[in-house]
């Protein structure tokens, strides 16, 4: 699997739905989740790729200090919405 930052980011939103660290492991679609990761409301996601017309988003959670993608999964429009700050603060 290639490191989301191959994909390019083509959005930024916002997640509006907790997930707890089983939820995360179960959606991740990485090959290991680092132990203890969580996601929280309001946490930054890169949309590299969109699905079913709008339906479905794939997107990574990365970490700004390294530079490399911690998180990857499919997310539904339900669970996050669309940063028009481009993800800053």
């Known amino acids: 699997m290639r490191d989301g930052g191959e994909f390019g980011v083509s959005a930024v939103g916002r997640l509006t739905k907790e997930m707890d660290e089983q939820e995360c492991r179960r ?4 090959s290991r989740t680092l132990p203890g990761f969580r996601l929280k409301v309001g946490d930054v996601v890169n949309i590299v790729d969109t699905f079913e017309s709008g339906n479905a988003f794939l ?20 669970e996050i919405e669309m940063d028009r700050t481009g993800g800053r603060n």
Do not use: F, I, K, S
Not at 27 to 30: I, K, Q
Not at 59 to 78: A, F, H, I, K, S
């Open 59 to 78: 997107v990574e959670v990365g970490d700004q200090r390294t530079n490399e993608c911690r998180w990857m999964g499919v997310l539904t429009p339900g």
């Open 27 to 30: 959606r991740n679609a990485l």
